[in-house]
């Protein structure tokens, strides 16, 4: 079956970068916009950023704006988020999803296939 596996979480002081990275398998991948998404404790899931299946069609929350870059690599079926200048409320696990139909969403439900998560810790 599809998988996605997300990797480089980890805890990283405030002012920090992280780079996330999520490798697809089984799966089309240079077919299927994909995006990233987070949820901290007591918190519903909220949309970071998503990327076209190109890559020509990019967009973030505005939370993360000129922080986080996704960035996607065809050839290794794998899709990255950068983040700079961490803060503690990006405390989080996050996702990566793959959305088959159209160009990248902010919303879960138009997503087909998610992984399991990754821990990002910022502290202060």
């Known amino acids: 079956q599809v998988q996605l596996v997300e990797s480089g979480g980890g805890l990283v002081q405030a002012g920090g970068s992280l780079r996330l990275s999520c490798a697809a398998s089984?799966?089309?991948?240079?077919?299927?916009?994909m995006g990233w998404f987070r949820q901290a404790p007591g918190k519903e899931r909220e949309f970071v950023a998503a990327?076209?299946?190109?890559?020509?069609?990019?967009y973030y929350a505005d939370s993360v704006k000129g922080r986080f870059t996704i960035s996607r690599d065809n050839a290794r079926n794998t899709v990255y988020l950068q983040m700079n200048s961490l803060k503690p409320e990006d405390t989080a696990v996050y996702y990566c999803?793959?959305?088959?139909?159209?160009?990248?969403?902010?919303?879960?439900?138009?997503?087909?296939?998610w992984g399991q998560g990754t821990q990002v810790t910022v502290s202060s």
């Open positions: 990327i076209s299946w190109s890559g020509g069609i990019i």
């Open positions: 089984r799966l089309t991948f240079n077919i299927y916009a």
């Open positions: 999803a793959a959305d088959r139909v159209g160009h990248g969403s902010k919303l879960t439900h138009e997503y087909d296939y």
